[in-house]
């Protein structure tokens, strides 16, 4: 298991599983998505403020490997790393652990970008910096604490 910078807390609610009693693959995006948005939001970017400025914040490319699947009830926690891949690339490594035994159960590598108000990729000098203060670049350092939002 890695060590990562951010961490989340979260619990399977049961109108997220289907029709074989585990929960929905497109259900995870959700989940994952949720730990990123939380994660730049202790980083002190806040999607909102840079959409009204014009920066929307995109995912490109999402490759998940499922390993094991999560049922109704179980909780379970997300890792969030992330690395400044190139001038105008993002990757946030996330991975998925069945609490209370830390079995792996999902690896996620999504890649983003932000796209300015000419439509063109582009990372703003003040989202660059805040997301080196999020440790990017740093991907295997763990969260000083437990977050729980879900």
């Known amino acids: 298991m890695k060590t990562y910078p951010f961490r989340v807390d979260m619990s399977v609610r049961d109108y ?14 959700n989940y994952l998505e949720h730990a990123r948005h939380m994660f730049l939001k202790e ?17 490109v ?10 049922v109704s009830g179980d909780s379970f926690w997300i890792g969030v790393g992330i690395v400044r891949e190139s001038r105008l690339k993002i990757v946030f490594y996330q991975d998925i652990y069945r609490v209370p035994d830390d079995r792996p159960i999902l690896d996620a590598r999504i890649t983003g970008t932000a796209i300015n108000s000419e439509g063109k990729p582009e990372i703003p000098e003040a989202l660059a910096a805040a997301l080196e203060y999020a440790g990017a670049g740093h991907p295997n350092r763990r969260a000083p604490e437990k977050r729980s939002d879900h």
């Open 16 to 29: 997220e599983c289907d029709m074989q009693g585990i929960v929905n693959n497109s259900v995870y995006q």
């Open 61 to 70: 490319r999402a490759e998940l490997i499922y390993r094991c699947p999560l």
């Open 43 to 59: 980083a002190g970017i806040n999607f909102k403020e840079y959409t009204d400025r014009g920066i929307n914040l995109v995912v």
